[in-house]
Nanobody, 125 residues
Framework: QVQLVESGGGLVQAGGSLRLSCAAS????????MAWFRQAPGLEREFVAA?????????YADSVKGRFTISGDYVKNTQVYLQMNSLVPEDTAVYFC?????????????????WGQGTQVTVSS
């Protein structure tokens, strides 16, 4: 089992920045990728960004490319971060950290076996 705990959410004005953190514990060596998803009220959970521990390759949703950056601890697979810049009200959502064994479909929630409880991000206009 892998346990994930997110932190760093909050309220920010449009144009501002936030940095989310996700701490992983347990059998982290059993995973090869971590990701961030988000879910706004009434909408499905959507992919934001992912990082593969095999070489550190990163993947982004088009809506956040150039504004968000995912990074993490490559050695221990225990931390992943999401630096969010130039935030807009449409980024408002609960952000979830996820981990799993993923080889290609990084954008699909079903590829990830482990999930955190989520952290709220609210961007005011």
């Amino acid at each position: 089992q892998v346990q994930l705990v997110e932190s760093g959410g909050g309220l920010v004005q449009a144009g501002g920045s936030l940095r989310l953190s996700c701490a992983a514990s347990g059998r982290t060596f059993s995973t090869n990728a971590m990701a961030w998803f988000r879910q706004a009220p009434g909408l499905e959970r959507e992919f934001v960004a992912a990082i593969s521990w095999s070489g550190g390759k990163t993947y982004y949703a088009d809506s956040v490319k150039g504004r968000f950056t995912i990074s993490g601890d490559y050695v221990k697979n225990t931390q992943v971060y999401l630096q969010m810049n130039s935030l807009v009200p449409e980024d408002t959502a609960v952000y979830f950290c996820a981990a799993g064994v993923v080889y290609s479909n990084y954008i699909r929630p079903s590829e990830y076996a482990y999930w955190g409880q989520g952290t709220q991000v609210t961007v005011s206009s």
